[in-house]
């Protein structure tokens, strides 16, 4: 099920493109798609010049000599994604864009930053890529034949809702640049928030003109409910705008851009309440904390 209605947030295009797939016997017209997909997934949809393409690589693609997993484990090793996102990069930026790039979801936990910068330490970046690649995870989403593709802004079960919150700081729409269009520039994005193991605020992308953007109005007073009482154990009241209820069959917002219900809930409630939102058919449309 999709997080929220996917135009309106950002990862339109990621919905309306299907995975791209190796199968023998495709054109060449073909394999050339898959291979601009694997750079524009691994690079984080960064420009790449011609003279940085890894003309040794593509070959052996072109040839059947590696499978795609393999061939995105060499643009991965590559010297334009080492100086991009390795060597100009604190470790923990480099280690969520791996987790963003490789896996297409953000880390769920501190503990599984701690341990993948412990196989940085203990390996070098030549194994800490290797560890993404190499992992159950990785063959269970892709395994050797499909192009990595963003997932983590789906609802999926295991999935936790700081993962869930965390990608779409990770993600901001499919025009963005993990080199330079990002406004975090180097800078690790999810910081203490992973390190908490707090949610983010989730705000779709808008431009502040009419047509290139958006927001909610603001919902009626009728329309709020307050889920548990106090504001949880960390002092925080989150607001959750919430669209779909009532029109299952349109996948987007009305006209008049606002959401069907509003959700003031306490932090120590806000994986039960999301799970129940999407068992009855709502999308999410932002999260925001109140205090």
């Known amino acids: 099920m999709?997080?929220?209605?996917?135009?309106?947030?950002?990862?339109?295009?990621?919905?309306?493109?299907?995975?791209?797939?190796?199968v023998p016997g495709r054109s060449e017209e073909e394999v050339e798609s898959?291979?601009?997909?694997?750079?524009?997934?691994?690079l984080g949809n960064a420009y790449i010049m011609e003279s940085e393409r890894a003309t040794v690589p593509e070959s052996q693609f072109r040839?059947?000599?590696?499978?795609?997993?393999?061939?995105?484990?060499?643009?991965?090793?590559?010297?334009?994604?080492?100086?991009?996102?390795?060597?100009?990069?604190?470790?923990?930026r480099f280690i969520e864009l791996n987790f963003k790039h490789f896996l297409?979801?953000?880390?769920?936990?501190?503990?599984?930053?701690?341990?993948?910068?412990?196989?940085l330490d203990e390996g070098g970046w030549e194994a800490e890529i290797d560890s993404y690649l190499d992992s159950d995870e990785y063959q269970e989403a892709y395994g050797e034949n499909f192009v990595p593709f963003y997932r983590g802004y789906k609802s999926r079960p295991g999935q936790t809702m700081v993962e869930f919150t965390h990608?779409?700081?990770?993600?901001?729409?499919?025009?963005?640049s993990d080199f330079k269009g990002s406004l975090a520039g180097k800078t690790p994005v999810l910081n203490k928030n992973v390190i908490q193991g707090t949610p983010i605020s989730i705000i779709p992308p808008s431009g502040g003109a009419a047509g290139?953007?958006?927001?909610?109005?603001?919902?009626?007073?009728?329309?709020?409910?307050?889920?548990?009482?106090?504001?949880?154990?960390?002092?925080?009241?989150?607001?959750?705008?919430?669209?779909?209820?009532?029109?299952?069959?349109?996948?987007?917002?009305?006209?008049?851009?606002?959401?069907?219900?509003?959700?003031?809930?306490?932090?120590?409630?806000?994986?039960?309440?999301y799970q129940r939102i999407h068992k009855q058919g709502g999308k999410i449309a932002s999260i925001t904390p109140v205090n």
């Open 2 to 22: 999709t997080f929220g209605p996917a135009s309106e947030l950002g990862v339109g295009l990621f919905e309306d493109t299907s995975p791209f797939e190796y």
């Open 167 to 176: 990608m779409f700081a990770l993600a901001r729409g499919a025009s963005s």
């Open 63 to 92: 040839l059947g000599q590696l499978s795609v997993r393999e061939f995105v484990r060499e643009i991965g090793k590559s010297n334009a994604y080492i100086s991009r996102f390795f060597e100009t990069c604190p470790r923990y």
């Open 34 to 42: 898959i291979i601009r997909a694997v750079y524009r997934q691994v």
């Open 104 to 119: 297409g979801r953000a880390p769920n936990s501190y503990d599984e930053m701690k341990a993948h910068s412990a196989i």
């Open 212 to 273: 290139d953007g958006w927001s909610f109005q603001e919902p009626a007073l009728g329309s709020r409910t307050r889920q548990g009482s106090g504001s949880g154990e960390n002092g925080k009241i989150y607001r959750i705008e919430v669209t779909g209820y009532g029109s299952r069959a349109v996948n987007r917002v009305s006209k008049f851009r606002r959401s069907n219900k509003v959700y003031l809930v306490p932090y120590d409630k806000l994986s039960q309440e």
